[in-house]
């Protein structure tokens, strides 16, 4: 392709992310080998059922007081951020280790029967997980197109509020931070970390990959991903390793103020896709964007995080001839 034209495809890939899959993604469709294109697109729409339990049992702390767009395919996503995840009340009712007589509650894991193999027969409402052909995560080296795409983050300082979920360290954040991605802006609703990473670059794993969470207006879910290697040890990280480590009585103790913009490196180009949660319900809808450049943790941070969830990553999913951008080289 040519660079006029990469840069054409970048822009409709921001303006309308669902119409990619339709608009741009069709002429790459016709050159693969794939016998039927218009199967590859069509359970992207398909994912406002089992959205509604997006989550689920990862509840951050936080409510969205943002109106609901009835047209707006993955509306839900929000819906289920704001209904199933907001209310420390019903954690009884969340709580992993149910018995398999709950589908709405399913128990999942990432090993054994519960593992991310089985994730799509659990529960109907995970169905997703294995039917879906806009799954997350991905191998970033079936990248297609180049373009150079950044986004820009505003995140402000914030009260670290960290909490093991069972399925990952998470960070609730509520305090306007806000990740703007075209003319679009996603408001930052938590942080969670994957050891080893969930996307891999032609198949290899990284040691620890961070999750920026973000909703829009309309209920459009935006995932930033942050891959880690070894290295320099992390300021940022070692704030949240110690809370883990020690947690705070709120009652008590003035949690540190944390910068989110140093958990990743200075860069904002992205490598641009569309998935899903790689979580059940595996809702599709999701805007990722994985930060071209890595960022630095010590293994001893890392190794912490490990320790504290162990291994949290669903493996690499198939590209099925999706639009995948990286920058330029
Ligand atoms: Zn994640």
């Known amino acids: 392709m040519s660079q006029k034209k990469n840069l054409f495809v970048g822009a409709i890939a921001f303006v309308a992310p669902v119409a990619v899959g339709l608009i741009v993604g069709l002429p790459l469709l016709e050159k693969a080998s794939s016998p039927d294109p218009a199967k590859v697109i069509l359970p992207q729409i398909d994912s406002k059922e089992s959205a509604t339990e997006a989550i689920a049992t990862d509840q951050p702390v936080i409510k969205v007081l943002t109106p609901q767009v009835e047209t707006a395919p993955t509306a839900p996503l929000q819906d289920a951020i704001v209904q199933d995840e907001v209310q420390p009340i019903d954690a009884a009712e969340h709580a992993p280790h ?12 990432y090993s054994g029967e519960t593992g991310p193999e089985h994730w799509g027969n ?3 409402k995970f169905t997703t997980c294995k039917s879906g052909m806009m799954q997350s995560p991905i191998d970033l080296e079936a990248a297609n197109t ?3 795409i950044t986004v820009n983050t505003d995140y402000k300082p914030l009260e670290a509020n960290i909490r093991n979920t069972g399925h990952s360290i998470q960070i609730d954040v509520n305090n306007g931070s806000v990740l703007h991605a075209h003319d679009k ?53 070692n704030d949240v390793v110690d809370l ?40 599709e809808g999701v805007n990722w964007y994985v930060l071209a450049e890595t960022q630095t943790a010590s293994m001893a941070q890392i190794a912490k995080l490990h320790t504290a969830v162990g291994d949290n990553n669903r493996p690499p999913q198939p590209t099925n001839n999706r639009l995948i951008i990286k920058p330029a080289q």
């Open 185 to 237: 802006a996603y408001k930052l609703l938590q942080v969670h970390f994957h050891t080893p990473s969930e996307h891999v670059t032609s198949g290899r794993t990284y040691p620890l990959e961070a999750h920026f969470v973000h909703a829009s207006d309309n209920g459009e879910l935006a995932v930033l991903g942050v891959l880690y290697e070894i290295g320099k040890k992390n300021a940022v990280l």
């Open 98 to 109: 149910l018995d398999g007589t709950n589908e709405e509650n399913a128990h999942w894991g």
């Open 244 to 283: 883990i480590e020690q947690p705070l009585d709120p009652e008590t103790t003035k949690a540190p103020l944390i910068d989110l913009n140093r958990l990743m490196p200075n860069s904002r180009t992205v490598i641009r896709y569309m998935g899903s949660l790689t979580t059940p319900p595996c809702s």
């Open 122 to 124: 659990l529960s109907r």
């Open 146 to 148: 180049s373009t150079e």
